[in-house]
């Protein structure tokens, strides 16, 4: 008997997971959820399993609890350059990709504020981890009172907003925006506070600095000291509709202003590279029924021991729009990039940009279950000078990257187009 209702309770918790995604529920799945809440007292006499729309399917006894979370990211990708920069046989490049991939473990232990959140990932190229299965996101966080908050561990600075703010699977368009992976701070190890209420956030964390996933004592990749510091300032709505990028029809209006700092120093510990960074940001966003709106502009001073220092900048603008049904979203990206001329030898500073088209198909309305997503990257500018500098100067060039997915050339016009079919539950 018991085992005939963990059965039933498995199977219902499931397509509540891929109907009830973020959206609105159809009468069969709210008769298999109820069934399955029936059920549930044959599986765990102490505890409620179901399906919570923010973590997964899960488990809870109020104080203790564990939840489940995948996403998969898989597109096939094309990349067009012109002969005339390249060459005949790399002016055309293809394949199959498995871009983003992740499953996640969170809940709470011994108190309903003490929570955690563990997460692996899988064949991000963004990440250069050659599809092993590593730890991405591996933190604690304490809700001390409805106002301050402290977190530790492994986690997303909060730098970025597009970063910081959305996960993956809530991005506008396939990939963040070329902006944002060009600035990504990816993930670092530190401890992080922050204070909250109706109308702002302020946030500031201590780390090993940029890109610093997984990092032990003495890495080359970590940083003396790094602080990170944001401040929001919400408009209007509620702050749990700014972790989306997309505002569904019949959605309520959201909207706010941010900024953000980052700092980091290195060269006087054992391993850490010799160079200062200052990172400053300001973002906002608004969205109301079927439609979004969001923007940034991000600056850097690189200063590396024995080399000129280089500020280079990045702007973008993206925007939203349901059409023909509650199922289409179009959207469309704007990126440019000024790059210091002092990364790249040449006499003048040279701006890169790039357009981005797009149309997402969302399987259930209001719902990220299960997306599939087509855009078009077009680059106005010569890429080339992404070849040769990135976030950390010239030492980490930008491009080539496959998962913005822009290759470099010395010419304007190069193209990607993109397919994507997404699933979360």
């Not at 409620?48 to 997964?56: A, C, E, L, N, T």
């Not at 060459?87 to 709470?108: D, P, V």
């Not at 016009?413 to 539950?425: A, G, K, Y």
Request: with cysteine; aromatic share 14%; hydrophobic share 40%.
């Amino acid at each position: 008997m018991a085992r005939r209702g963990t059965v039933g309770l498995v199977l219902a918790c499931t397509a509540q997971a891929g109907l009830a995604q973020d959206g609105q529920t159809g009468f069969e799945s709210d008769a298999l959820f109820a069934d399955a809440d029936a059920r549930t007292t044959l599986l765990t006499p102490t505890g409620v399993v179901g399906y919570d729309r923010s973590k997964g399917i899960g488990i809870s006894d109020g104080v203790n609890s564990l939840y489940i979370r995948a996403f998969s990211d898989f597109r096939y990708v094309t990349n067009f350059r012109k002969e005339s920069a390249v060459g005949k046989e790399t002016r055309f490049t293809n394949g199959w990709q498995n871009a983003n991939t992740w499953l996640q473990f969170s809940g709470t232990v011994g108190d309903p504020r003490l929570s955690y959140t563990l997460r692996l990932r899988a064949s991000d190229p963004s990440y250069g981890d050659g599809g092993s299965l590593n730890a991405d996101l591996a933190f604690g966080e304490f809700e001390v009172n409805e106002n301050w908050d402290v977190k530790w561990g492994q986690f997303r600075l909060p730098f970025l907003a597009e970063w910081y703010m959305i996960d993956d699977p809530y991005q506008l368009g396939i990939q963040q925006s070329i902006n944002t992976q060009y600035w990504s701070p990816q993930v670092s190890q530190g401890l992080q506070v922050e204070w909250a209420n109706e109308d702002f956030q302020i946030v500031g964390a201590i780390s090993d600095g940029l890109r610093t996933q997984n990092t032990d004592l003495g890495s080359t990749s970590a940083a003396d000291i790094a602080l990170t510091g944001r401040v929001n300032w919400k408009i209007t709505g509620d702050w749990d509709s700014g972790s989306t990028a997309d505002s569904f029809n019949g959605s309520d209006q959201f909207g706010y202003l941010g900024g953000a700092f980052h700092y980091q120093s290195g060269g006087q510990t054992n391993g850490t590279p010799n160079a200062n960074g200052w990172f400053f940001t300001v973002d906002g966003a608004y969205k109301a029924s079927g439609w979004n709106l969001r923007g940034g502009l991000t600056t850097q001073r690189w200063d590396p021991a024995g080399a000129d220092p280089i500020d280079n900048t990045g702007f973008n603008f993206q925007i939203g729009k349901f059409f023909f049904s509650d199922r289409v979203e179009g959207y469309a990206q704007w990126d440019s990039l000024l790059i210091d001329k002092k990364s790249t030898g040449t006499t003048a500073s040279q701006m890169v940009s790039f357009l981005t088209v797009g149309a997402k198909y969302f399987v259930v309305p209001d719902s990220y279950a299960m997306v599939f997503a087509a855009d078009v990257v077009y680059a106005f500018d010569a890429t080339a000078p992404l070849n040769t500098v990135g976030v950390f100067g010239t030492g980490a060039p930008f491009l080539p990257d496959t998962s913005v997915p822009m290759l470099g050339m010395d010419e304007d016009q190069e193209v990607s187009v993109l397919l994507s079919f997404r699933f979360l539950f």
